[in-house]
């Protein structure tokens, strides 16, 4: 273990200036934005990881050959769940991502799934106008919720999926199509992206039940994997393909929790379904063999945005860093083409 991750136990956490209280549903009305510092993660104060190191070879060569150690990356998150299709909410959750990723740019932006499903009003629209939402969002990679199955494998695909694809990868890794290993058309079970070379990826597990009101019925026509199983049969390959596995998942704390303890190697997982607030991040196991779990509740309150650093050369967190920003009170102005979509179907 080098010289900096050894100095850590449980890693520091970061906290916004309007925490949010854990397992509440209640957001600080303080105003929120983002930091002004260049530098969000804290660095360690062991200087010697950045220092030149030398080795003489032999007292009778003058040279020293020097070699300097890689900087560490930083991978930055932005991340939303259980959004349920708040249209009136929705042009200031764009603003806010479209803020935090000006801030920064090379952030993955993520969503945890039930995007969409928003009652009575979704009964006779579906998935829309919320998938043209979506595509005017940052979003990078779509997690399946299991209100994404509301009306059949189908509609999943053909008026959700089909959608959206264009601007965003979407990931379900235990749900399939016919057999197992035969995802949904358009469905990905999981996307690596690089980042400042540390290959990241970013697998989904979704709840098996689907238990959805008011349609009992829904996610009878698929084919669904145990997460647990799901992962086994997938980390060969994702540790094969990747230095940092990440998990999107939606089938709620307690679950992924029981998900890290019995599967190692998850580095973070977000996790939604259960509209829980995390003001800090969970973390299962020990350092530095530790899974960090992060929720941001729903209904278009929060956006996430995580910072993990990590060594490029051992692949070892350096640091997880982690804070919950409420939509209401984030200085931004509303994403307009996001409102000119909803206005019809809003008073926004």
Do not use: W
């Amino acid at each position: 273990m080098n010289s900096i991750s050894s100095s850590f136990v449980n890693i520091p956490t970061n906290y916004s200036s309007t925490p949010v209280n854990a397992g509440t549903k209640n957001v600080s009305e303080e105003q929120s934005s983002i930091p002004t510092a260049d530098g969000f993660v804290r660095s360690s104060s062991d200087d010697e990881q950045f220092k030149l190191s030398s080795d003489l070879k032999s007292a009778s060569i003058s040279s020293v050959d020097t070699k300097k150690k890689s900087e560490p990356v930083t991978i930055t998150i932005i991340s939303t769940n259980d959004m349920h299709g708040k249209l009136d909410k929705m042009p200031k959750v764009a603003g806010v991502l479209d803020a935090l990723k000006e801030k920064y740019p090379d952030a993955i932006v993520i969503d945890g799934g039930d995007s969409s499903y928003n009652p009575p009003f979704s009964t006779g629209h579906r998935f829309e106008p919320v998938t043209q939402v979506l595509n005017e969002m940052p979003y990078d990679i779509l997690a399946l919720g299991n209100h994404e199955f509301q009306y059949g494998k189908g509609a999943t695909v053909t008026e959700f999926v089909n959608k959206v694809n264009g601007k965003a990868d979407v990931i379900a890794g235990n749900v399939h199509a016919d057999y197992v290993g035969g995802y949904l058309e358009g469905v990905k079970p999981y996307v690596v992206k690089d980042v400042g070379g540390v290959r990241v990826a970013f697998v989904s597990m979704l709840e098996p039940k689907m238990h959805t009101k008011p349609n009992p019925h829904v996610g009878k026509d698929l084919v669904k994997e145990m997460p647990a199983d799901a992962m086994r049969r997938l980390m060969p390959e994702l540790k094969e393909n990747a230095d940092i596995i990440i998990g999107v998942n939606h089938q709620g704390l307690n679950d992924d929790k029981a998900l890290a303890k019995e599967i190692d190697g998850i580095t973070a997982i977000f996790s939604s379904h259960d509209h829980a607030i995390t003001d800090s991040p969970i973390q299962v196991g020990s350092y530095p063999n530790s899974t960090y779990i992060v929720e941001s509740g729903s209904h278009c309150k929060l956006v996430g945005l995580t910072q993990i650093t990590v060594d490029p050369d051992t692949k070892e967190v350096l640091d997880f860093q982690f804070t919950n920003y409420p939509v209401q009170t984030f200085s931004c102005k509303p994403n307009q083409k996001v409102a000119d979509i909803v206005r019809p179907h809003t008073r926004v």
